[in-house]
C-alpha cells in the first residue's frame, strides 16, 4: 500500500482493494506470452504487468510506472 500525492494536490492511496486509483497495464507482447500459459493464476497477474499506472481521480492525470515499486514515476500524463 502507498500514497501519492498528485500535482494538483489529491492524496491518492492504493490501500483499499478494490479501488478506482491503480490499473495495471500489459503490453501486446506480454500478452502474447501469457496466453501460451496453460492457466494463469489471477493473483500472479499484478507479477507480469509491464505497467502500474495510477490515476487521479479529481484532474484525471495518469502516474505511469515501469519498476516493481513506487518509488518515481517514470511518465506523468495531463489530459488536455
Ligand atoms: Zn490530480
Not at 498528485?6 to 483499499?16: A, I, L
Not at 507482447?29 to 500459459?37: A, R
Request: aromatic fraction near 18%; glycine fraction near 4%; hydrophobic fraction near 30%.
Amino acid at each position: 500500500m502507498a500514497h501519492l500525492v498528485c500535482k494538483c494536490g489529491y492524496d491518492m492511496w492504493n490501500g483499499e482493494s478494490p479501488n478506482d486509483i491503480e490499473f495495471w497495464a500489459f503490453s501486446d507482447k506480454t500478452m502474447d506470452e501469457l496466453s501460451y500459459e496453460d492457466s494463469i493464476p489471477f493473483l500472479s497477474l499484478p507479477n507480469k504487468y509491464d505497467y502500474n499506472v495510477w490515476r487521479c481521480p479529481k484532474c484525471k492525470r495518469l502516474y505511469v510506472f515501469d519498476e516493481k515499486g513506487y518509488v518515481q514515476p517514470k511518465y506523468v500524463y495531463r489530459p488536455e
